[in-house]
C-alpha cells in the first residue's frame, strides 16, 4: 500500500516496524537521533530475521531482500518525500510535539503523520502541526513482527481519508486494525496498565513473590505470560510514564503509579532491555 515509509525511532518498537513494513516491501528510513540506537536497532532487525528464517517460514535470500531495504538515518531532516512516516519515539509528549512539528515543516503536504504512542493524546499531538487532519494513531503492539493488533486512534481532526489509508495499510502489512477514540491509554492500555500497575503494588505490599503473582495470572487466568513478565517486556520507564498520562489525563487516583514502579525506573531497572527489571536477564 504505502511503498515507502520513514519510521523515528529505532527502539523497541521502532525496529519492529521498521522490519514489518520492509518484510512486506517497502522501502523503510529508519531514523533515531542515537547512532548507538540505530546500531543495536539493525541487530535487532536481523536477530528477528534469523530467529525466522532458522523456523524455516522465510528463505535467507528473503530476509536479507528485508533488510536491504531498511536505511538508517540520525537526522530528522533526512525524511522527504514519504508518503508515510511513523514516529516510536520516547514517551513525552514535549518529545512528539517537537517532532511533529518538525516533520510538518519539512515534509510534503499529502505526508501521513502516524504515531505510535501508548497513551499521549492524538488531538495534542497533532495540534502541534498544520496537517491535524492527516495526524493519526497506529499504535502497534510488542513485538511488533508477530503481533497482529494495530489499535487506530483517530483524533479530533483526523479525517475519514486519513484513518481509511492507515486501516489499508495495516491491512497490508497482514494486521487487524482496530479503532478507539482519543481517551488517555485508549483501549489496550487503559485495560493492560492498571493490571500491571496492580501487579507492582501486590510485589510491594508482599502478597505474594514475583514468580507467584505471575503464576496466578498465567494459571488462574490463561495468560500467556504474567504481568510483571510483560512490564519487563515492554519497558517499566514506559509502563510509568503511560501511567502518568492516565492519571493526569483522566484525573483519576485510581491510576497512581505504584511506587515500586518508580523506585525501579529511578533507579534503571527498566526490563530487559536494560538486562533487569522483576526479572534479570542474560
Ligand atoms: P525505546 O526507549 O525503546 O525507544 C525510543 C527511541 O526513540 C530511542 O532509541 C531514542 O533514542 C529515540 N528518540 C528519542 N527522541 C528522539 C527524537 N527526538 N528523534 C528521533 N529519535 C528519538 O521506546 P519504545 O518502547 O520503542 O517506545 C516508543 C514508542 O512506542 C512510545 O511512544 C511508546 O509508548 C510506544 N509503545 C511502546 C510499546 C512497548 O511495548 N515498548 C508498545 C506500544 C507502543
Known amino acids: 500500500m504505502f511503498d515507502s515509509v520513514a519510521v523515528i525511532g529505532a527502539g523497541t518498537m521502532g525496529n519492529g516496524i521498521a522490519q514489518t513494513f520492509a518484510a512486506y516491501g517497502a522501502r523503510v528510513l529508519l531514523v533515531d537521533v542515537s547512532e548507538d540506537a540505530l546500531a543495536k536497532g539493525r541487530k535487532a532487525i536481523e536477530g528477528s530475521l534469523a530467529r525466522v528464517v532458522k523456523k524455516g517460514t522465510l528463505t535467507e535470500a528473503d530476509a536479507q531482500a528485508t533488510i536491504g531495504r531498511i536505511q538508517s538515518s540520525s537526522k530528522l531532516e533526512s525524511i522527504t518525500d514519504v508518503p508515510l512516516v511513523v514516529e516510536a519515539v520516547v514517551e513525552r509528549a514535549d518529545v512528539k510535539a517537537k517532532v511533529f512539528s518538525q516533520l510538518d515543516r519539512q515534509c510534503p503536504a499529502h505526508t501521513i503523520l502516524a504515531s505510535n504512542t501508548s497513551s499521549i493524546s492524538i488531538t495534542a499531538i497533532a495540534a502541534s502541526t498544520k496537517r491535524p487532519d492527516k495526524v493519526i494513531g497506529m499504535h502497534f503492539m510488542n513485538p511488533v513482527p508477530i503481533m497482529k493488533l494495530v489499535e487506530i486512534i483517530r483524533g479530533q481532526e483526523t479525517s475519514d481519508e486519513t484513518t481509511a489509508h492507515i486501516v489499508a495499510a495495516s491491512e497490508s502489512i497482514e494486521k487487524v486494525p482496530v479503532a478507539a477514540?482519543?481517551?488517555?491509554?485508549?483501549?489496550?492500555?487503559?485495560?493492560?496498565?492498571?493490571?500491571?500497575?496492580e501487579a507492582v503494588f501486590c510485589l510491594m505490599e508482599g502478597v505474594s513473590t514475583r514468580e507467584g503473582i505471575d503464576t496466578v495470572m498465567k494459571l488462574g487466568m490463561a495468560h500467556p505470560m504474567g504481568p510483571l513478565a510483560l512490564a519487563d517486556l515492554i519497558g517499566l520507564d514506559v509502563c510509568l510514564d503511560i501511567m502518568e498520562v492516565m492519571h493526569s489525563g483522566l484525573g483519576d487516583d485510581k491510576y497512581r503509579p505504584c511506587p515500586l514502579l518508580r523506585r525501579y525506573v529511578a533507579a534503571g531497572r527498566l526490563g530487559k532491555k536494560s538486562g533487569k527489571g522483576f526479572y534479570e536477564y542474560a
Open 181 to 197: 477514540n482519543d481517551f488517555p491509554g485508549f483501549v489496550s492500555n487503559r485495560v493492560l496498565m492498571p493490571m500491571i500497575n
